[in-house]
């Protein structure tokens, strides 16, 4: 029933941008957080970057200062602007959000989009 859409993924040049797109949509409410995680293969999942619902953020040391989180409450949605990127960023980019309905916890993934970024 709650689905999450990514969209902005694909291959680039390091140096080059990215824009990460994800929509919540579906029988979800009371939406606490909004973020992306990575994941290499043989790596665990890291977080990337988190939003809340009132605004505060939360980045991974690493994409700090070239990685921009922001949230559109109404539309539940959330982009991750991504500049200057680096091979080292090439990861599967998960969608994520979790918060809580009546008296229980949620927490959804999207099915994650591929970056690639090129030397």
């Known amino acids: 029933q709650v689905q999450l859409v990514e969209s902005g993924g694909g291959l680039v040049q390091a140096g080059g941008s990215l824009r990460l797109s994800c929509t919540v949509s579906?029988?979800?409410?009371?939406?606490?957080?909004m973020g992306w995680y990575r994941q290499v293969p043989g790596k665990q999942r890291e977080l990337v970057a988190a939003?809340?619902?009132?605004?505060?953020?939360n980045y991974a040391d690493s994409v700090k200062g070239r990685f921009t989180i922001s949230r559109d409450n109404a539309k539940n949605t959330v982009y991750l602007q991504m500049n200057s990127l680096k091979p080292e960023d090439t990861a599967v980019y998960y969608c994520?959000?979790?918060?809580?309905?009546?008296?229980?916890?949620?927490?959804?993934w999207g099915q994650g989009t591929q970056v690639t970024v090129s030397s």
């Open positions: 939003v809340t619902s009132g605004g505060s953020t």
């Open positions: 579906g029988n979800i409410f009371n939406i606490e957080s």
């Open positions: 994520n959000t979790w918060g809580f309905d009546t008296e229980r916890g949620y927490e959804y």
